[in-house]
């Protein structure tokens, strides 16, 4: 724009724009009522529609087959973790027998009377290393420890005796 130009404003404005003649206004408002009037239709159409298609969920077909459907999933599902579940337990239960069992076996051996001490250090020993009971285990550890303690006071008192009895041979 040059200094001159100047923008016309207010009246003159609206006499040199060509949407605000009469025409051209009517033809907006005419458009605004076609709008208007769709909106009003779809409105209808929606509340209508809402209000024709309630239907409860259990007369709904589609809900009906998919509750069956997947209670007929679930059924299985339930009875294979059931089953699961008891054959863990179970396992673990005959695991526990089976342990049992052999820590009875060896303390019946081990306390048996009549055994030397080199026997039991060889159970003691066995069962020291048995990793699935870790109580047998400690406790066998310890027993292993007492009776090779008890050897080597048997080692030192039997060459004590023989030296009394070389002693007793030379004289």
């Not at 409105?43 to 969920?57: D, K």
């Not at 027998?97 to 081990?110: F, M, S």
């Not at 699935?132 to 285990?137: K, T």
Request: hydrophobic share 35%; proline share 4%.
């Amino acid at each position: 724009m040059k200094e001159g130009d100047e923008k016309p404003t207010g009246r003159d404005q609206a006499m040199t724009d060509p949407t605000d003649t009469p025409e051209a206004r009517l033809s907006m408002l005419e458009s605004a009522f076609r709008l208007d009037e769709r909106l009003k239709f779809i409105e209808t159409t929606v509340i209508s529609g809402a209000t024709r298609n309630v239907v409860p969920w259990w007369k709904n077909g589609k809900t009906v087959v998919a509750l069956g459907a997947l209670i007929t999933a679930i059924v299985p599902l339930v009875t294979a973790v059931n089953g699961i579940l008891r054959n863990r337990n179970d396992s673990q239960r005959l695991l526990i027998e089976q342990q049992d069992r052999i820590r009875q076996t060896y303390l019946d051996r081990v306390l048996k009377p009549g055994l030397t001490e080199g026997e039991q250090g060889r159970i003691f020993g066995l069962l020291s290393r048995l990793k699935s009971d870790p109580e047998l285990q400690d406790w066998a550890s310890a027993e292993l420890a007492k009776t090779v303690q008890k050897i080597e006071e048997l080692r030192k008192e039997k060459s004590s005796l023989e030296e009394q009895a070389k002693s007793l041979e030379s004289q």
